[in-house]
């Protein structure tokens, strides 16, 4: 057989040196200028109080976008996690009037996940599209919301809630620090684990994945749970934050979160993307916000920035993958 | 690559007068890293029907679409008419009349028949009259003798795929084609359709349209074609013969060469030689629909095939033992033990490994290295939380070596390596388990033939260190020259199961041959043991042994010795007299009192399609030969024969 087949020597770089090389690495790069300009058009940037505010800032959507991450990874797409950590809000606040704080956020993280098992069954099991699923999901959680809370916010919660936030530990606010475990261990459990990399093989070749044997129909469910959970885990934290549980917090969450999951480099076919990639997202995001408050431009200015690095990491992404992967 | 075969390049015979309409010259194209065709030439004159020829991946494919302008040819000449061609679309080409029905089609799914017809005719400014159009269709489809098989105002998704293919072939010729280039369109199709889709084209040829036919089956290239072009490895071996003066052995030594050949054929490996223990079982097994009653069973170092026709029920067959389909009846057992697969996960750590029929969709993570690749069925055994990859590190490495994969291209993405080779890494993802049974789908499907010989040993090494390995395949051929023993599967009915040293391809066939035709065949056989109180069987002999598709025994004082499936040598039949002389006479055994009277069956092309035989109990009176030749011809005009 003479057919020639040349293997050019650049395709010979390493997968792990193109992910990390192409991915992460830019993105960090790209944080990383944007923290610089920043600190240098304002003073305010580069002070430990201003930092600190921009990781206080980052945690609700921190922590939905890891559940976001879960869910992209396999190539599907949860509209309902602002909608869910409304919902489950209100039901922290109606725990918290019955029974004792730790109680009532269990309760609330069980609920989250119960709502994703619901919406990550119908999906997975029926093969219906996420995006209708969760979109109906959305409607019902924020209907629920409403309902339960009487369409009021509950205002008259237990003095020490507030702990969860302003506790600190090593000079670390208990919710930051709560984000970063979060990461670590998504991290870790994307990579490290049998169902980390499920989820991955998924993503990338579902068919392949089941007829390798592969327990499809579980890790297809799995981002769900982990998405509706962590909806209420970052409710708490919001509602902490400010001391009162409105039925329609989260709203427009879930655009966040899957704008930092996109800037982080996750495609949205599946396969593809990495949690220290969203939480570069994550930290972009929340900069460019806190960067604007600082240099008073006007709020509503703020969406038009964030669109615009939406569609350019996208696009970087796209201009380069195109070039590396031609599939 | 050796010199051409000057007999085989021999020029069309001299009485072909006219001269080609078409000539492609020196045709090269390559893809990205592969070189599709090296040197292809092909000459096509008017009003004939062109077979082209040639193994899996030989690139009559990517010929077809540089003449039908779906592609660019990097290097070569054609010429249309005696004025040079350079197409840039197949648009362009379409209007110098020639299309191309591609295996997959190109219609528009949720538009009528009508509407695809006249696609083209879509994209004009203006108003449509539907009328005229409606007039327009009627007339072609009358053209093509199928008036009845497409109803115009029915959408293109609910069409079968011969149906779509009649679309295809009705859109070519509204646009007024006089050239149409069928890209192996019996792929799909069942032997019916494939007789209706020969009457189109006879019909069409009839009506002075020029047709190819691109092919790898050498029957149907035999039934339609007035001329064949061979080729092999991207280059024309053989060009323009005359089909009439072909020999199908002759045809495949062109299409395939010599290197076949470097794989022993079908001798027992040695791991099967020393006593044979069975790895492998499975009894009656069914899951609804494909799979109704399968059986059979794999020895230790065997390579058994699973033969017959697509949509067969072969793949459905090993997808319910790999346990990706509910299984609804039957037992497995594998190293003697009953496993009962509910998930393939169960089928894995049962010791099965199985490569799926389409690499690309059912066996790549493309986001994948080659490493996690390796390492996916190991994944999907594991019970553990972590990866347990370092377990498999020495094995691993071990497989790679054996591979010829370098390690440190062991991390670099899977979709820069040849098909060859991402099947070999799929195929020692199952290897890397050390699996007592190793399943594959159409392992060379869409592989070179350079490849497909270093597969096969790859195979072979497999099951000399004693796994029991299943192939399913399409290919007779290389069922025939890979497997020990082959399966035959018939409308997920195994119906035979046979030492492939016994086999050749025509007996294949006609094992194969699908049950609704078999049904009525075995249903005729039945009437006339009934008739005659006696046994009827339709029967292959080879030499002394025999091939027997199916018995009826109505009268067990009548009974023959064998049942459908059976290859018994003729001397341990109960009729061994009438099977060694085949007269015409009514023969009567010596030893045990039967007679028995043989009919030759032949084909409507003279094809030898053996016996139809009836064994009376010689106690009782028996009818003359005529009497009884009278009375069985009656019922033989019933008998549907397999093309």
Redesign the interface.
């Known amino acids: ?7 050019p020597i650049n ?6 040196s ?1 992910l990390v090389g192409r991915l992460e690495i830019r993105m960090l790069a790209l944080a990383l200028a944007l923290g610089a300009a920043l600190s240098i058009l304002s003073p305010h940037f580069l002070t430990s109080n201003n930092l600190l505010n921009v990781l206080d800032q980052s945690v609700v959507v921190g922590i939905v976008a890891i559940g976001m991450t879960f869910v992209i990874l396999i190539g599907g797409i949860d509209l309902s996690v602002g909608s869910v950590a409304g919902l489950t809000g209100v039901l922290l606040g109606r725990g918290l009037e019955h029974s004792v704080i730790p109680v009532a956020i269990v309760l609330a993280v069980l609920a989250g996940m119960t709502i994703g098992l619901f919406s990550g069954f119908l999906v997975a099991r029926f093969g219906l599209p996420a995006f209708v699923v969760t979109l109906g999901v959305m409607a019902i959680g924020r209907s629920l919301a409403y309902i339960f809370s009487g369409a009021t916010a509950i205002a008259d919660l237990p003095e020490n809630f507030g702990n969860i936030v302003y506790t600190s530990i090593f000079g670390v606010p208990a919710h930051v620090l709560t984000l970063l475990v979060l990461y670590a261990l998504a991290w870790a459990y994307l990579n ?4 980390g ?2 989820v ?2 998924i ?3 579902r ?9 499809v129909l579980t890790f297809s469910i799995l981002p769900y749970v982990i998405s509706g959970g962590l909806s209420a885990v970052a409710i708490t934290f919001a509602s902490a934050q400010v001391m009162s549980i409105d039925p329609l917090a989260g709203t427009g969450l879930e655009l966040d979160a899957i704008a930092a999951v996109v800037i982080g480099g996750a495609s949205l076919y599946g ?2 993307g990495s949690i220290v990639g969203t939480l570069i997202g994550v930290l972009i995001m929340v900069m460019i916000r806190n960067g604007l408050n600082l240099l008073n431009v006007s709020p509503f200015w703020q969406g038009s920035a964030i669109g615009a690095v939406i569609i350019t990491a996208v696009l970087i992404e796209r201009l380069l993958s195109s070039r590396a ?3 | ?1 050796k010199a051409e075969d000057p007999e085989a390049a021999a020029q069309p015979q001299a009485n072909s007068v006219p001269k080609p309409m078409l000539i492609a010259a020196g045709i090269q194209k390559a893809f ?5 065709l ?1 040197g292809a030439d092909l000459d096509i004159y008017p009003g004939e029907v062109l077979g082209l020829l040639g193994a899996n991946g030989a690139g009559k494919s990517t010929l077809s679409k540089v003449i039908s302008g779906h592609l660019t040819r990097d290097d070569g000449s054609i010429t249309l008419q005696e004025r040079p061609l350079n197409l840039r679309s197949a648009r362009e080409a379409i209007g110098f009349g020639i299309t191309m029905v591609m295996q997959e089609t190109s219609l528009a799914p949720d538009l009528s028949v009508l509407e695809n017809v006249f696609l083209a005719e879509l994209g004009r400014p203006g108003l449509l009259s539907y009328r005229r159009l409606k007039r327009r269709a009627e007339e072609i489809l009358d053209r093509l003798g199928q008036k009845e098989t497409l109803p115009l105002d029915r959408e293109v998704r609910l069409l079968s795929a011969a149906q779509r293919q009649l679309v295809e072939i009705a859109k070519a010729l509204a646009l007024n084609s006089t050239l149409i280039i069928f890209d192996e369109p019996t792929a799909s199709l069942s032997p019916p359709e494939v007789e209706r889709l020969f009457q189109v084209m006879t019909n069409l040829k009839r009506s002075g349209h020029t047709l190819v036919f691109v092919s790898h089956r050498l029957e149907e290239v035999f039934a339609i074609t007035d001329r064949v072009t061979v080729m092999r ?2 280059r024309t071996v053989a060009k323009s013969l005359d089909t009439a003066s072909l020999r199908q052995a002759e045809l495949i030594r062109l299409m395939v060469g010599q ?1 076949i050949r470097s794989v022993p054929a079908n001798s027992p490996t040695k791991a099967a030689k020393s006593p044979r223990t069975r790895v492998f079982e499975v009894k009656r097994l069914s899951s609804a629909p494909a799979v109704r009653d399968v059986s059979f069973t794999v020895h230790k170092g065997e390579i058994v095939g699973l033969g017959g026709l697509v949509g067969a029920g072969r793949s459905e067959t090993v997808e319910t033992i790999f ?2 389909r509910p299984r609804q009846n039957g037992e497995l057992f594998i190293d003697g033990k009953k496993y009962a697969p509910r ?3 169960d ?2 750590r049962a010791g099965i490994g ?1 490569v ?1 029929e389409d690499r690309r ?9 080659v490493r ?1 690749n390796l390492l ?2 190991h ?4 019970r ?5 990859y370092s377990q498999r590190k020495v094995k691993l490495n071990e497989l790679i070596e054996k591979l010829g994969l370098p390690a ?2 062991l ?3 899977m ?2 390596f ?1 098909g060859g080779m991402q099947q070999k890494i799929i195929i020692a ?1 199952w290897l890397l388990l050390e699996p007592s049974l190793l399943i594959l789908d159409e392992p060379t499907k869409g592989v ?4 497909r010989t270093s597969i096969y040993s790859m195979l072979r090494h497999v099951a000399e260190a004693g796994v029991g390995v299943v192939v399913v395949s399409s290919d007779f051929e290389e069922l025939l020259s890979l497997c020990e023993r082959i399966v035959v599967i018939s409308d997920g009915v195994s119906i035979a199961d046979v030492p492939s040293a016994m086999l050749n391809e025509e007996k294949l066939t006609l094992f194969a041959a699908p049950r609704t035709s078999m049904e009525q065949n075995s249903a005729v056989l039945r009437d006339i043991a009934h008739d005659l109180n006696g046994a009827a069987f339709w029967t292959l002999v080879d030499q002394d042994r025999l091939f027997c598709l199916y018995a009826a025994v109505t009268n067990d004082q009548a009974d023959p010795g064998f049942r459908a499936g059976d290859t018994p040598m003729i001397s341990d039949t109960r009729i061994p007299a009438a099977l060694s002389r085949r007269s015409d006479a009514l023969v009567l055994e010596a030893e045990n009192q039967l007679g028995t009277l043989l009919l030759s069956v032949l084909s409507d092309r003279g094809h030898d399609m053996g016996w139809i035989g009836v064994t009376l109990d010689g106690r009782s009176p028996l009818p003359s030969a005529e009497q009884l030749r009278g009375r069985i011809e009656g019922f033989l005009g019933r008998i549907v024969k397999p093309q």
């Open positions: 057989m003479k057919t020639e087949r040349i293997n395709a010979e770089r390493s997968l792990v193109d490290f684990t049998k169902g990399r499920t991955y093989a993503g990338s070749n068919e392949a994945a089941r007829t390798a044997g592969l327990n396969g593809r992967f031609s599939r | 690559m990205d890293r592969t070189r599709a090296a490895e991207g290197e346990g990706l998930r393939a996960a089928a894995i199985f799926a969709i059912q066996g790549i993570v493309p986001d994948f290295s996690e996916l069925g994944l999907a055994a594991s553990k939380f972590g990866l347990g440190e291209r991390d670099t993405n979709l820069n040849s993802r070179d033939i350079g490849t």
